[in-house]
């Protein structure tokens, strides 16, 4: 059975974190095995199931954690990691739609993932369709459910990585939460 | 009595984040009032869905080219990523709508201002080649078949001087495996572009490329970018390629310990199987089996790898134990350490105390690798997840590594593993 991940309450692995400042490959290997998982799996389903991306931006943080090591350690460091992993993933969708917007007139869209009915009833398919919804939503109400409910934060949690208040959470959850159901209300009976 | 709703509060009830006594009010109010009960059935439904979204490792590769990316001789350094596929294609379709616009433009403009109809352009002096000049662009029709196989970059074949492409046929000896191109322009020996690799020859790929080989006729293995594959030896009895760096993905399917990949750190025998290797700048390595098995082998050390297991090797420290990915931390630190840390005791009581059922195979594993005092605890601890069939004893193991017990629960492992 996969365990979900929490945010790590550990000393935050300082003496690794300063071995990669120091420019060591075998921490920074080390360091990247730890956490790799997280990092994925957020962008992952921030992307709808696009496992390029996702490896795009996987690439990304660890470039940047490992280039600029400015964690402070005044905060807890997997919640640094997963603030630096959601920026990383809004701010690849601006890009995106800013360097390739135009490519759409061309129809060279994703190629858009279509499941019969009959296979629906097969979790994996399910998740698909699932991912696909997910990806419509904003980017307000995306992250906390990927935060919550993929990796297992709490609400204080998720709340300190996004910077805002619990309630805030709460609301965005729970707004998320209605429009799937609205969106996939056809798979109500298939989970 | 509260009277309202608590429409506001039923998120957390159901992601269990209001204390005792607010949980306890929404549910006794959950149960009389039907606005709030549809409420929460609703949210109940989106969090049914948000609950099967997956949560996974990120392929082998990445740490490849992020391990490239960070060697200052690099072009990549400066946290450029590495285009994907998804990108390239995005990029593609834009430069080909520019060529096309442009082309467009040109013609309109020739046709408004040059004062020539198209119709009037069919005379033999029309074409702006001169006599024996091939156009550019020609593609030869009499390319061999195989040839059609290069996707993208199929451009370099026509636009080559046609005497090697044209005959398709590998540089030296006739041992050679067919190569597609699947991205960029991946280099085979001395860099001109082939479709064929051929034994002793290297197939080199940059930040941008991808190859698929086709292994004789048992299976394909693709290259991904910034990899380096040795075509070492291919004949009845083996066919071997050397990886240097980088990763593949090899797909077989032939009797086992035909096909063999070689690392600088040990070698992937293969048993009938799908795996990813990948090799990093120091000749360290991580094999990833996704079906069947392969046998990972160093300097008469094998760690036999089953679908849904890793194993990594360092070169000068040697051969590991394979692990479940879904392990838990501290038994995969600890692991770690056992491996090539020098860990030794301290590391195989952490690894037996942190195992769970998912350790199976490393545990099946450290029976052989343990000390003989750290034996028995190993028995037991694996014991209880996969009960050893009859005639395997507690003191056959852990006193006598006997040899023919340990195989015959493998076999009992492996298929509590597959199960």
Not at chain 1, 145 to 173: F, M
Request: hydrophobic fraction near 40%; proline fraction near 5%; glycine fraction near 8%.
């Amino acid at each position: 059975m996969e365990h979900l991940a929490r945010v790590t309450k550990d000393p935050p692995q300082i003496d690794l974190i300063e071995e990669c400042r120091r420019g060591n490959r075998e921490a920074m290997h080390a360091l990247y095995t730890e956490h790799q998982r997280r990092v994925y799996s957020v962008a992952l389903n921030f992307f709808s199931g696009n496992a390029d991306r996702a490896a795009d931006v996987t690439q990304q943080v660890f470039l940047k954690l490992f280039t600029k090591m400015n964690f402070r350690g005044d905060a807890q460091f997997t919640t640094w990691l997963y603030r630096m992993t959601v920026n990383t993933c809004i701010d690849e969708t601006r890009k995106i739609r800013r360097l390739f917007g135009i490519a759409d007139w061309f129809s060279v869209s994703e190629p858009v993932v279509k499941v019969s009915l009959d296979e629906k009833i097969r979790t994996r398919e399910i998740a698909v369709e699932v991912q696909a919804v997910l990806g419509s939503l904003k980017s307000k109400y995306r992250v906390p459910l990927i935060l919550k409910y993929v990796e297992g934060l709490s609400y204080n949690e998720i709340a300190e990585v996004l910077e805002c208040s619990t309630g805030t959470i709460s609301s965005r959850l729970n707004r998320g939460h209605k429009i799937m159901a609205a969106k996939l209300g056809h798979l109500r009976g298939e989970i | 009595m509260y009277q309202g709703h608590y429409k506001n509060e039923i998120q957390a009830f159901i992601d269990q984040e209001l204390g005792k006594d607010e949980r306890r009010a929404v549910g006794e109010h959950l149960m009389v009032c039907d606005e709030c009960r549809r409420e929460h059935d609703d949210l109940k439904l989106g969090v049914s869905f948000a609950s099967i979204l997956p949560r996974t490792d990120a392929p082998d590769a990445v740490w490849a080219r992020i391990d490239s990316a960070l060697d200052p001789a690099s072009p990549q350094m400066g946290l450029i990523p590495q285009a994907s596929f998804f990108n390239l294609r995005r990029g593609l379709a834009f430069g080909v709508a520019v060529i096309a616009v442009s082309v467009l433009s040109v013609v309109v403009y020739v046709n408004l201002f040059s004062g020539n109809s198209p119709y009037t352009a069919q005379g033999p002096n029309q074409n702006s080649t001169t006599p024996g000049q091939q156009p550019p662009l020609a593609v030869n029709p009499q390319a061999p078949a195989h040839n059609a196989n290069l996707r993208v970059n199929s451009n370099v074949n026509a636009n080559t001087n046609s005497s090697n492409t044209d005959k398709g046929l590998p540089p030296s000896s006739g041992k050679s495996w067919q190569v597609e191109t699947l991205a960029g322009m991946p280099k085979i020996g001395d860099g001109t572009a082939s479709a064929r690799i051929a034994v002793g020859e290297l197939l080199e790929t940059d930040a941008k490329s991808k190859a698929k080989i086709t292994v004789a006729n048992i299976g394909s293995v693709e290259v991904a970018p910034n990899s380096r594959v040795k075509l070492v030896e291919t004949g009845k009895d083996e066919h071997r390629l050397a990886l240097e760096r980088g990763s593949l993905h090899a797909k077989i399917f032939a009797p086992p310990r035909l096909f063999v990949v070689d690392t600088p750190s040990g070698k992937a025998v293969d048993l009938g199987c799908e795996y990813t290797l990948d090799v990093d700048r120091f000749g360290n390595s991580v094999l990833n089996v996704t079906g069947g098995f392969v046998a990972m082998e160093d300097r008469g050390r094998e760690s036999i790898v089953p679908a849904g297991m890793k194993v990594m090797t360092r070169k000068g420290k040697g051969l590991g134990t394979p692990f479940s990915p879904d392990t838990n931390a501290e038994f995969r630190r600890a692991l770690e350490r056992f491996d090539f840390g020098g860990g030794g005791r301290a590391a195989v009581q952490t690894l037996i105390s942190k195992a769970e059922f998912y350790d199976m195979v490393t545990l099946w594993h450290l029976l052989s690798r343990v000390s003989p005092a750290d034996r028995a605890a190993v028995f037991d601890k694996l014991a209880a997840f996969v009960p050893p069939p009859t005639g395997i004893t507690r003191d056959g193991i852990s006193k006598q590594n006997d040899k023919t017990m340990l195989q015959n629960w493998r076999n009992e492992v492996e298929k509590m593993w597959f199960e």
